[in-house]
């Protein structure tokens, strides 16, 4: 950090830096501990070392009851606010406690134990924060599934994580149609070789789901025979390096990754990030308009602002159509939000239908103090227009389902730096950046390369993936040996900014949601017609990106190739779920590779998005890519 300013960050980062324990024991303090750890890091455990070991606390305890405690039992912890359903619920923290408690009682009695897992496949409504914080009470591990994933999706999950029981909902709503949950659970269920001890089921009046005799409970009727019955979990003292939750996302082939999430570094870590990074106080309603489903969901509509003792908002609906642009503002001005955390691509959606922001100024906004964004690159574009029509700072910042919270970001509780575009500014504590050349040699600065991260990593982030250590060694921390690799390329400026400009592997990302094209590669390679096909992303002017599939045919094939497309764009909307937002298939005669065979979709995607591509030197036959044009041409793609 070279550039002059009166923000507190580079002192912070270079006591960091000078002493990692120190600053992270120091951290620490805002936790409450059951058992103080004995060692702040231990190298020798895990794959690069564990936080935090031999300290024990519970994350429920932190969250919830311990605000009660100290009078904040009268607080709203949770306001649901939901235009799909036209309702809206407050929670305090006494009411989240009770009815944390309750649950967890329920899941106690169906069996379920410390270091269990639990699977919850879950709308936007309060039951599914209940959900994890009852698992965390007892100490089991949650592994919540996004919603608008599919049911081979969900099987795959159940598969992995061999949850003891599965928690869902009849139904989720979306802007227009409502989306029947149980189906989805009930065929995962008949594709999973894992099966559960219980499903407990919350129905909605939207649409109830049938249920299973023996297996399928009525969560709302087992919740008030617990509390009828006074049954109420207390909070179990789980290790620091206890796994709080499992959380899948996209790896570079169809199989997701299980990114565990520990307990002890995890909260030492949001703690930090909700005084720091965020600059909010306990008590302030705080708004993270992402999905329980994604991390970003668990650390800071969840986690985060619970720790803090804030007010968290659990949005259901949608930046726009939801009735309409202005439901962003409706909600922050309605329910006094300070810090708003959402994805670019959703003020790209709100500013094509509100572009001169007559709808912002319908609303009191004078609480709102900062807008975070996250989830892919911040488009100067998009960046300067929510800046002009909010007049409040906008910051960029930049982290993975991997690290838990942000691996860069501005700090507005310590002072905001001053803020370039296009950058999420500079690396927070716990995270020493360098960009690496294939060679795994530091570049200068301003030179393009992967973005590495010096383990050990920090609080919060990774200590390894679900039962695959191996795996995570392989995927993290093998290229680069003494770093994690982000997959993510980029560089850092003279002034230690850094810029995220893409990734180095496979996924691609959809609308702030994180997919990988060799998952969806191995949908369209499955359909009986498709000899080969390739997928990539293109770019799109609301989601960013969209994938778009190319398939070449098996000989012999004379059925309509409108039809496969068609049956293609069904089938990985089928296989992976409506979130994919696979919506573009063609079929080509050939695809472009080099003299080994090696596809080269990086010239596709060029072709795609209308940027200057020159013919790679060892591409085996120049004519295709003329043809690879030509389709996308014809579908309305490409320059
Ligand atoms: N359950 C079931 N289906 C879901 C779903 C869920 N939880 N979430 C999304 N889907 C469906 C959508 O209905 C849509 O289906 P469709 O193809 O039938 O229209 C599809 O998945 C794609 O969803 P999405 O990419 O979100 O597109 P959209 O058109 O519904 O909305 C935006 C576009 C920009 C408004 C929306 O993507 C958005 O708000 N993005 C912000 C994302 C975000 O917060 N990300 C978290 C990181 S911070
Ligand atoms: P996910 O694991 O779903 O959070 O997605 C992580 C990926 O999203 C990162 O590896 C980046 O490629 C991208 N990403 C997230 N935030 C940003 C950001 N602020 N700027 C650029 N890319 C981002």
């Known amino acids: 950090m070279n550039a002059p300013t009166t923000s507190r960050y580079p002192d912070v980062y270079a006591a960091w830096k000078a002493d990692p324990e120190g600053f992270w024991a120091e951290a620490a303090r805002a936790v409450d501990w059951i058992r103080p750890a004995d060692r702040v890091f231990d190298p020798g455990q895990g794959p690069y070392g564990r936080w935090f070991t031999g300290g024990e606390l519970n994350a429920c305890h932190n969250a919830v009851d311990r605000h ?19 309702t ?13 408690a309750a649950l967890a009682g329920v899941l106690a009695q169906l069996g379920v134990a410390k270091g269990d897992r639990v699977l919850l496949y879950m709308p936007m409504i309060p039951e599914a924060v209940i959900a994890m914080l009852a698992c965390a009470r007892i100490g089991a591990i949650h592994s919540v599934v996004f919603g608008g994933f599919a049911a081979k999706e969900l099987a795959t999950r159940i598969e992995d994580a061999t949850p003891k029981a599965i928690l869902s909902a009849s139904c989720g709503i979306e802007a227009a149609r409502v989306v029947s949950y149980k189906p989805l659970l009930d065929e995962a269920l008949r594709l999973a070789s894992h099966q559960p001890d219980a499903c407990l089921v919350f129905q909605r009046p939207q649409a109830e789901a049938a249920l299973m005799e023996g297996r399928d409970r009525d969560w709302a009727a087992a919740v008030a025979d617990a509390k009828a019955r006074g049954v109420a979990a207390p909070c179990t003292p789980v290790a620091a390096t206890d796994p709080l939750y499992v959380l899948y996302t996209s790896g570079t082939t169809g199989r997701p990754k299980g990114v565990v999430r520990d307990t002890g570094g995890y909260l030492v870590a949001l703690a930090w990030s909700m005084t720091n990074l ?18 970003v969901g668990h650390s800071y509509i969840v986690y985060g602002p619970l720790v803090h003792g804030c007010t968290t908002v659990l949005y259901e609906g949608k930046p726009v159509g939801t009735p309409d642009a202005g439901a962003f503002w409706r909600v922050a001005a309605e329910h006094g939000v300070v810090s708003l955390f959402t994805a670019p691509t959703a003020f790209r959606a709100i500013k ?5 922001g007559r709808l912002i100024r319908q609303y009191d906004l004078s609480r709102l103090r ?15 227009w929510a800046e002009e029509q909010l007049g409040v700072p906008v910051i960029d910042h930049w982290w993975q389902t991997e690290t838990g919270w942000a691996i860069a970001g501005n700090p507005v509780g310590l002072g905001a730096l001053p803020v370039k575009h296009g950058s999420p500014t500079v690396p927070m504590p716990g995270y020493d950046l360098q960009v690496l050349d294939e060679g795994g040699k530091p570049v200068g600065a301003n ?3 992967t973005i590495a991260v010096k383990l050990p990593l920090g609080p919060g982030c990774l200590p390894t993936l679900w039962q695959a250590d191996d795996r995570f060694r392989e995927s993290y921390v093998s290229t680069f040996p003494g770093f994690y690799n982000t997959s993510d390329a980029g560089f850092l400026d003279e002034d230690g900014y850094v810029y995220v400009m893409g990734r180095t592997d496979d996924i691609i990302n959809v609308a702030g949601h994180r997919l990988s094209t060799g998952g969806m ?8 017609a498709v000899a080969e096909c390739a997928v990539i992303g293109v770019k799109d002017s609301l989601k960013g990106e969209v994938p778009c599939g190319f398939a070449v045919l098996k000989a012999g094939i004379d059925r309509s190739p409108a039809e496969i497309e068609r049956e293609l764009v069904g089938l990985v909307r089928d296989r992976i779920g409506p979130v994919a937002a696979f919506k573009l298939a063609l079929t080509v005669g050939r695809l472009p590779k080099t003299r080994s065979g090696k596809i080269l979709r990086g010239t596709m995607k060029k072709i ?8 790679p030197a060892t591409i085996d036959d120049p004519g295709v890519l003329d043809e690879i044009a030509d389709a996308l041409k014809a579908k309305g793609v490409g320059a």
Do not use: N
Not at 88 to 100: A, G, N
Not at 278 to 295: H, K, L, M, N, Q
Not at 370 to 384: I, N
């Open 88 to 100: 809206k619920r407050t929670l305090t923290y006494t009411e989240l406690r009770d009815e944390v």
């Open 521 to 528: 590669e191995e949908v369209l390679a499955s359909h009986p």
């Open 68 to 86: 009660v405690a100290s009078g904040r039992g009268g607080q709203a912890a949770i306001i649901h606010d939901s235009p799909v359903t036209g």
């Open 370 to 384: 900062t807008l975070f964004l996250a989830g892919e690159r911040a488009d100067p574009d998009t960046v300067k």
């Open 278 to 295: 965020y600059g909010i106080a306990p008590g302030e309603v705080y708004w993270c308009a992402s999905d329980v489903g994604w991390v």
């Open 447 to 449: 030179v393009m390369g």
């Open 352 to 356: 094509k239908e509100d572009p001169e």
């Open 608 to 615: 795609a998005d209308g940027d200057a591509w020159t013919m």
